[in-house]
């Protein structure tokens, strides 16, 4: 069975600050992908970005960086300088062969920006 | 435009009347998916399709169906809903069923069982 835990329930910071949001996940697979999706308050969920298991280099895009590490089983999404358009509900997700290719999701963190 | 479409976005029915909530996609995506999300659960796989006629339980399939007779379409009926099936719904393709491909998401549907 495979399991991701979003540890922190909310957050809340003031614009232009920084802000991690922590992911750690289990898997048995050796081969898998992980993902950030995005939940803004109309509700449809966007895809951000997919991590294979294979490749551990971080990743950034614009104010987003995301810190894969296999040691720690931990696949960190970053902010830099929040604005409030960033205020959302950001779930990681888990994908394995071994587990039919689902997603299986972490109960999100809901990061509130505030001005 | 690529997407995934879902009808209805809002639903409030009764227990008991059986209802089917349509998904539809035109990306010509292999794999199709739904979930449902609730509050402090996140999102729980229901069921999914890996290809046409070929449709699997994912974590909670309990009181729903699905049938996937052609690839763009894969709707989820409950044959007779109770108010523990309130939630907001939502179906997803992606490419194949290779873990390399993100999932692409419908923009939801809430439905509420009374």
């Known amino acids: 069975a495979q399991k991701v835990t979003q540890a922190q329930t909310e957050i809340s910071v003031v614009e232009k600050e920084d802000v991690t949001l922590d992911c750690v996940y289990e898997?048995?697979?050796?081969?898998?992908?992980l993902f950030w999706y995005k939940q803004p308050p109309s509700g449809e969920l966007v895809f951000l970005i997919r991590r294979n298991s294979f490749d551990e280099q971080n990743e950034i895009s614009g104010r987003y960086s995301w810190n894969f590490q296999k040691s720690t089983s931990s696949f960190n999404f970053t902010i830099t300088a929040s604005q409030v358009v960033d205020s959302a509900v950001y779930f990681c997700a888990l994908s394995s062969g071994g587990s039919n290719y689902k997603l299986t999701f972490g109960k999100g963190t809901l990061l509130t920006v505030n001005p | 435009e690529a997407q995934v479409t879902q009808n209805p976005r809002y639903l409030i029915t009764v227990t008991g009347k059986k209802l089917t909530v349509t998904c539809s996609q035109n990306?010509?995506?292999?794999?199709m998916s739904w979930y449902r999300q609730d509050p402090g659960l996140g999102l729980r796989q229901i069921y999914y399709s890996m290809n046409v006629e070929v449709t699997d339980k994912g974590d909670v399939p309990e009181g729903y169906k699905v049938s996937r007779k052609e690839k763009r379409n894969f709707p989820l009926i409950l044959e007779s809903p109770s108010p523990n099936q309130t939630s907001l719904y939502f179906c997803?393709?992606?490419?194949?069923?290779?873990?390399?491909?993100?999932?692409?998401f419908g923009p939801g549907t809430r439905l509420t069982v009374t």
């Open positions: 898997t048995r697979d050796t081969t898998y992908y």
């Open positions: 997803a393709s992606s490419l194949a069923i290779s873990v390399a491909y993100e999932q692409y």
């Open positions: 990306m010509n995506h292999e794999y």
